[in-house]
C-alpha cells in the first residue's frame, strides 16, 4: 500500500510540502510526484471534481508516490466513501461544528473497530484480494487521515467535546467562513474573529492535536499561473 506521506511527515515532526489544484489535471499530478512533493489537494468544495475524475488522479498520485488529498463538497457518509474509494487518503470535510457531527465523520472515514466505514472498493484495497479482511482495515485506517475544518462559531465555541472524540489528530480553520458566522462578512481580519480563531488554535495545541498549516506547505498551482501571467503582461506594456 503507497504510504500517506501527510502522516508520515506530521509522524516525524516535519511539514508535508505539496501544491493545492482547483482542477483535475494529469500533468499536474506528474510533474508534482517528480518533482518529489508529498502530496497534491484537490479542492472539491469550491470546484468541480467528479469522481471519475478523482479516481484518475489517485491512480497517477499512486503511480508517482505522491498522496491525494481532498476537501470534499460536504460531510454525508455518501460523499465521503465514494472519494474515499476512489482512492483519496487524506480527506477534509468543512463545516464541523459538534461532536456528534465529528462521530459521524470518524464512522464514515474509518473502517471498524474505529467506524463503520463500508467495506471497500477495489481502488481501495489496490485490485489485491487479500482474504484477512481484518488486516487491510487495520492497514486502510492507519494509512487515512481525516481532517475537519472549524469555520464556525459554533464550532469554535464546541471545540473543547469536538476534541474528545477518538480518530482526529488535525484540524483546519476556515477564517472566511466564520467572520461570517460571526456577523463579519468578508472581515476575516476583524479583532473578534482572529481572536476566535486564535482560541480555537490554542485548545486544538492543548489536546495535543495539530493544525493543517502547521503541517503542510503548499503551492496554489493557479495563483501561479496568474502571477506568470500577470508578468507576462507587465514584459509586454499590457498591464
Known amino acids: 500500500m503507497v504510504s500517506n506521506m501527510l502522516i508520515e511527515r506530521m509522524r516525524k515532526g516535519e511539514k508535508a510540502l505539496g501544491a493545492h489544484v482547483t482542477f483535475p489535471a494529469d500533468e499536474i499530478v506528474e510533474v ?10 484537490f479542492e472539491g468544495q469550491h470546484a468541480p471534481m467528479n469522481p471519475e475524475s478523482i479516481a484518475r488522479m489517485c491512480r ?25 474509494d476512489c482512492g483519496i487518503k487524506t480527506i477534509m470535510v468543512p463545516m464541523l461544528e459538534t461532536k456528534s457531527q465529528a462521530e459521524a465523520l470518524v464512522r464514515a472515514c474509518y473502517f471498524a473497530p474505529q467506524g463503520r466505514r463500508s467495506y471497500t472498493s477495489l481502488r481501495t484495497i489496490e485490485y489485491e484480494f487479500e482474504p484477512d479482511c481484518k488486516a487491510v482495515m487495520s492497514r486502510v485506517n492507519a494509512n487515512m487521515m481525516l481532517i475537519p475544518q472549524i469555520e464556525t462559531i459554533t464550532g469554535v465555541d464546541n471545540l473543547d467535546e469536538i476534541l474528545t472524540v477518538a480518530g482526529i489528530e488535525c484540524f483546519a480553520h476556515g477564517p472566511n467562513d466564520l ?36 503541517i503542510t506547505e503548499a503551492i496554489a498551482v493557479t495563483r501561479i499561473i496568474q502571477a506568470a501571467g500577470r508578468d507576462l503582461l507587465r514584459e509586454h506594456g499590457r498591464a
Request: some cysteine.
Open 32 to 41: 508534482c510526484g517528480r518533482l518529489g512533493l508529498d502530496f497534491i489537494f
Open 60 to 84: 497517477l498520485a499512486d503511480g508517482f508516490g505522491i498522496t491525494p488529498a481532498m476537501r470534499v463538497p460536504d460531510d454525508q457518509p455518501g460523499t465521503i466513501l465514494t472519494y474515499l
Open 179 to 214: 467572520a461570517q458566522s460571526m456577523g463579519f462578512g468578508g472581515e476575516p481580519d476583524h479583532p473578534e474573529c482572529l481572536a476566535a480563531m486564535q482560541r480555537a488554535e490554542d485548545k486544538i495545541k492543548a489536546a495535543g492535536k495539530k493544525i493543517w498549516t502547521e
